[in-house]
């Protein structure tokens, strides 16, 4: 990894709702209104099951977030992410889109693997996939998998999909069994294959993951709040483990400031935006609010704009 990466501005995408009759019309005008104001990236989320335990969510030894709540309760309504990013991509042109995160350990990886290539080769290169190992055990005990072992499962998931997307006639492991001269086509059209960026708090075992799969860090809990104090340390274990830190995209959390009237403070949030950036994140990804009687196309494109002007010229 090496050079310096251009700064990127992404919108979270809320791709779920509390409401019990769900009306996702705004979120697909709000997808194609980002593609054609300029901002470069739509992150969207992941839950494939609840259980009853949300609460679980405040525990940052499970996974969790310390104070954190779970966004909707166990009947909220969210949109699958791969499925929802194949949707979007056929209706926008420019746009990236990136799942932040995904629990790609809960899918199978060799139908992983397949879907992501075959939504890269429709989307022409325009998918990032950061996956994480999530918090909440009902998910995996509900796809029949040990909640204790999602590290490894995440690491085993990786490594079929990046195999896949590497061989033309690859050997993996399937199980307890070693399968080989296994073929599966289309290739991703990205170099390297779809960019996995990896989620979670410093750790040697994140270090070694991003090594050996990622282009880019999640950070997640603290990490994520101080970015000039982690970052430094995740770079300096990514070293000791045989990896070159140098072209790491780091996620930075966006806080979008106001003004006392409540109006929106561009100058002031480029500002953050500029010492994020200088504390090592590449991909700013933030919540970008429009009111009903606004054109979320202007709103973005104000955003976009001032961005694209700070950092790009």
Known sequence: MTGHPVPRLGIHLQNFQEDDHPDWARLLANAEAADRSGIDKLVVSDHVAFGERLDEYARPEVGGVAGGRQPTGPDGHWLEPVTLMSFLAGRTTNVRFASHVLLAALRRPIVLAKSLSTLDVLADGRIDIGVGVGWQREEYDAAGLPFDDRGRLLDECLDLCTTMWRDRAAT????????????????????????????GRVSRRVAR????FGTGWIPWGDDADDLATSLPRLRRMMTDE???????????????????????DVPSTMAVAEQLVDAGATD???????AASESAEEVFGLWAEAFHRRFRT
């Open 242 to 264: 045989g990896g070159d830190p140098g072209g790491l995209r780091v996620v930075g959390n966006l806080p979008t400031q106001t003004g006392a009237d409540g109006s929106r």
């Open 284 to 290: 700013l990804v933030a919540r970008l609010p429009v």
């Open 172 to 199: 993996i492991t399937a199980g307890d069994a070693t399968v080989e001269r296994i073929h599966q086509m289309p290739k991703p059209v990205q170099p390297g294959g779809v960019p996995i960026w990896i989620s």
């Open 209 to 212: 993951r991003l090594v050996r």
